[in-house]
């Protein structure tokens, strides 16, 4: 694809390509009803997930006219309760000499009663060397967005390449700081930090000190945040080696848990890499902390140069429902926030005792659905779930307890993305009963494992006839529980 393609702007395309667009778009048997999507063409990253006068704010990375990664704005979405969201429109247009070839991630902060978005300016010299700029766009209390004409950081430091983005900005007592994902001349990848004391002159700090190593060629949307008296290290490091069951996608996010970083030091006291979530398609996730005190999560639900099935269809990728981050055993756990109950409608409630066989129910069955599954008085081998199922179609959910074992199997979901490296993602788990949280949308589940302590979040793209749902054990018996919800729809 030619660089005038990839990098035209909206108002490039004609009135009738974006009629063609929208009418393919409208045609996909594949659209989410409670996960935030594009209207057309290609989401990706979410930026300035924030609280701001009293509500929700959340943009995404967005190339509007393909869905292939191209020239990037930042798309505006608002939720007053976390459940229901309201496009607002496009809010940063990359069309300046600091963000001329892409408005890229970054995150946003409340500051004398303005919504101030931090950003990563793309731009391209003739040559086509990549240079980028921390750009600054303010946005007020009726939603107006302008954009700061002088970058914040004008430079990459020494040591680091171009691939020098996604600042995610927090204040401290004393200090604004943000965080920004780092290539080093060696390509190793790292997170280096910028604090300022006015928001206006910003002064290079250094590089967080891990003890990781070389662990990937960079590190990608970087968040920083302290839970529960603990500091947390958030990153998408690119380049990880699979072991086992362990770093299966293309791209990994996951997270460090430790003391609080050292504000003068840099140094990060911590425990080993931990995965975020085990499904496929999860990457570049994003917090903040509500008016409630609570820190939420939600990340993109897709993969980068992954072809998935709506992209013939002139859209591509969503976002996970947001979650709520904590910590329990020393391991961060994601919870579905519990505003999205309020999605809830006609409900069915299922008690049984299964043994080694498959059951299904009267009334038990859907294509867009909240379930909560409980397994236990255990004794089976394997015990687990079957959704979105047919004759031709199924996905199941698997715990094998003899292997201490959760298993996400896809190999026969519908229409699967290209270049997924296998069908089937696991993780070790060991408890004598499960509990399943299901959210399951049009063409996505996403899984909460014994409340939060695994996650697996994918797209599946089956058929619109595949809606059984199953529950089965094998070589032996379980005591199930289940309660299953319609979800309302709840994005523009």
């Known amino acids: 694809m030619n660089r005038e393609q990839k990098y035209r702007?909206?108002?490039?395309?004609?009135?009738?390509?974006?009629t063609a667009l929208t009418d393919l778009v409208n045609e996909c048997p594949w659209r989410q009803t409670f996960h935030v999507q594009p209207i057309m063409g290609?989401?990706?990253?979410?930026?300035?997930?924030?609280?701001?006068?009293g509500e929700y704010h959340l943009f995404y990375q967005w190339f509007p006219l393909g869905t292939y990664h191209g020239m990037k704005y930042w798309y505006h979405t608002k939720s007053k309760d976390l459940a229901f969201w309201h496009n607002e429109g496009i809010a940063i247009v990359p069309k300046d000499p600091i963000d001329s070839h892409g408005a890229y991630s970054g995150s946003a902060i409340v500051k004398d009663n303005k919504l101030h978005l931090i950003y990563t300016g793309n731009t391209r010299d003739s040559k086509w060397n990549r240079r980028p700029y921390q750009c600054l766009a303010i946005m007020n209390e009726e939603g107006f967005i302008n954009k700061q004409n002088t970058p914040l950081v004008d430079h990459v430091p020494e040591g680091y390449t171009d691939h020098f983005r996604d600042p995610k900005v927090w204040k401290d007592d004393d200090m604004y700081r943000f965080v920004i994902g780092a290539q080093r001349e060696d390509l190793t990848g790292a997170a280096v930090v910028y604090e300022s004391s006015d928001f206006k002159e910003w002064?290079?700090?250094?590089?967080?000190?891990?003890?990781?190593?070389?662990?990937?060629?960079?590190?990608e949307c970087p968040d920083y945040f302290e839970l529960e008296g603990?500091?947390?290290?958030?990153?998408?490091?690119?380049?990880?080696?699979?072991?086992?069951?362990?770093?299966?996608?293309?791209?990994?996010?996951?997270?460090?848990?430790?003391?609080?970083?050292?504000?003068?030091?840099?140094?990060?006291?911590?425990?080993?890499?931990?995965?975020?979530?085990?499904?496929?398609?999860?990457?570049?996730?994003?917090?903040?902390?509500?008016?409630?005190?609570?820190?939420?999560?939600?990340a993109w639900m897709g993969q980068a140069e992954v072809a998935y099935p709506t992209d013939s269809h002139g859209w591509a990728h969503c976002l996970t429902i947001p979650r709520e981050l904590?910590?329990?055993?020393?391991?961060?756990?994601?919870?579905?926030?519990?505003?999205?109950?309020?999605?809830?409608?006609?409900?069915?409630?299922?008690?049984?005792?299964?043994?080694?066989?498959?059951?299904?129910?009267?009334?038990?069955?859907?294509?867009?659905?909240?379930?909560?599954?409980?397994?236990?008085?255990?004794?089976?081998?394997?015990?687990?779930?079957?959704?979105r199922a047919s004759q031709q179609e199924q996905t199941i959910i698997r715990y094998d307890k003899t292997n201490k074992k959760i298993t996400l199997n896809r190999a026969e979901s519908g229409n699967l993305s290209d270049g997924t490296n296998n069908a089937i993602r696991s993780c070790r788990l060991d408890s004598e009963n499960i509990k399943f949280h299901l959210?399951?949308?049009?063409?996505?589940?996403?899984?909460?494992?014994?409340?939060g302590e695994e996650v697996f979040t994918s797209r599946i793209f089956p058929q619109s006839g595949s809606e059984e749902i199953r529950f089965f054990t094998e070589e032996g018996s379980a005591h199930m529980t289940m309660t299953k919800w319609d979800l309302a729809q709840a994005v523009d």
């Open 326 to 387: 904590k910590i329990r055993h020393g391991k961060l756990i994601q919870q579905p926030v519990p505003e999205l109950q309020k999605l809830r409608g006609r409900s069915i409630v299922i008690q049984d005792m299964i043994e080694n066989e498959v059951r299904t129910y009267e009334g038990v069955r859907g294509t867009t659905f909240e379930m909560v599954c409980e397994f236990s008085a255990v004794k089976a081998a394997a015990v687990g779930i079957v959704i």
């Open 203 to 219: 002064r290079y700090q250094g590089e967080i000190k891990t003890n990781l190593g070389h662990f990937g060629y960079m590190w």
């Open 230 to 298: 603990k500091g947390v290290f958030i990153f998408s490091p690119q380049g990880l080696t699979p072991e086992q069951d362990r770093f299966q996608n293309i791209y990994q996010s996951g997270y460090l848990i430790g003391k609080p970083l050292d504000r003068k030091t840099l140094e990060l006291d911590h425990g080993e890499f931990e995965e975020l979530d085990r499904g496929f398609d999860f990457y570049a996730p994003q917090t903040m902390v509500d008016e409630k005190g609570r820190r939420i999560m939600i």
């Open 9 to 18: 702007l909206l108002e490039q395309a004609s009135p009738e390509e974006i």
């Open 439 to 451: 959210f399951v949308d049009t063409s996505s589940v996403e899984v909460f494992i014994n409340d």
């Open 42 to 53: 290609l989401l990706n990253d979410p930026n300035g997930f924030s609280f701001y006068e």
